[in-house]
């Protein structure tokens, strides 16, 4: 079945970096756009970024744009979220989603956990 | 930009009684881009409908969507126990490409 595994999330000072990533299983990862998706505690749910399904084409939201950065790796079939710059307000729970149909993010990994903290 | 605004904030009901949430866009946006997620504590959203009014795999028809233009609404016919969770609706702009979600509707027990 479709698997999504994020990992590297902790706790980073605020100015520093942090990369996240995520392993794809049960599906063709080199076609199929793939998201990040992100909920400060006890807050809704913010769309991050997105990588096209033939990689060609990357979105930020503009409250992540020119500090984070969207990548993949499809031999290894793993999508990655570089961030610099962080700040207090990037603390979130990370979710890794796959896009269907240009619109859906079905299904979402179990997230990882980034706490922005001096 | 399109916003997103999900009503009540929180709704207060019993088992086996139906519950309605809106979800209302600032601006008309296409029924095909209109999803609802459910989110319940400790969890990862999961898909339940989209094109405002299809089920996704798996999800009970007591779950139903309805709407266009700038008002959706999501419907569960009869609450069960597993049903009290967070909502949230979500639509996706394509110029530029932006997928944007509604501060979202806690469906409790009253």
């Known amino acids: 079945q479709v698997q999504l595994v994020e990992s590297g999330g902790g706790v980073v000072q605020p100015g520093r970096s942090l990369r996240l990533s995520c392993a794809a299983s049960?599906?063709?990862?080199?076609?199929?756009?793939m998201h990040w998706v992100r909920q400060a505690p006890g807050k809704g749910l913010e769309w991050v970024a997105v990588m096209w399904y033939d990689g060609s084409q990357k979105y930020y939201a503009d409250s992540v744009k020119g500090r984070f950065t969207i990548s993949r790796d499809t031999s290894k079939n793993t999508l990655d979220l570089q961030m610099n710059s962080l700040r207090a307000e990037d603390t979130a729970v990370y979710y890794c989603v796959r896009d269907r149909n240009g619109g859906l993010f079905d299904p979402w990994g179990q997230g990882t956990l980034v706490i922005v903290s001096s | 930009e399109v916003v997103l605004t999900q009503s009540p904030g929180t709704l207060s009901l019993s088992p086996g009684e139906r519950a309605t949430l809106s979800c209302r866009a600032s601006q008309t946006i296409s029924s095909n881009y209109l999803v609802w997620y459910q989110q319940k504590p400790g969890q990862a959203p999961r898909l339940l409908i989209y094109?405002?009014?299809s089920r996704a795999t798996g999800i009970p028809d007591r779950f139903s969507g309805s709407g266009s233009g700038t008002d959706f609404t999501l419907t569960i016919s009869r609450l069960e126990p597993e049903d009290f969770a967070v909502y949230y609706c979500?639509?996706?702009?394509?110029?530029?490409?932006?997928?944007?979600f509604g501060q979202g509707t806690t469906v409790e027990i009253k």
């Open positions: 979500q639509q996706y702009g394509s110029s530029p490409p932006k997928w944007t």
């Open positions: 094109g405002a009014s």
């Open positions: 049960g599906f063709t990862f080199y076609n199929t756009g």
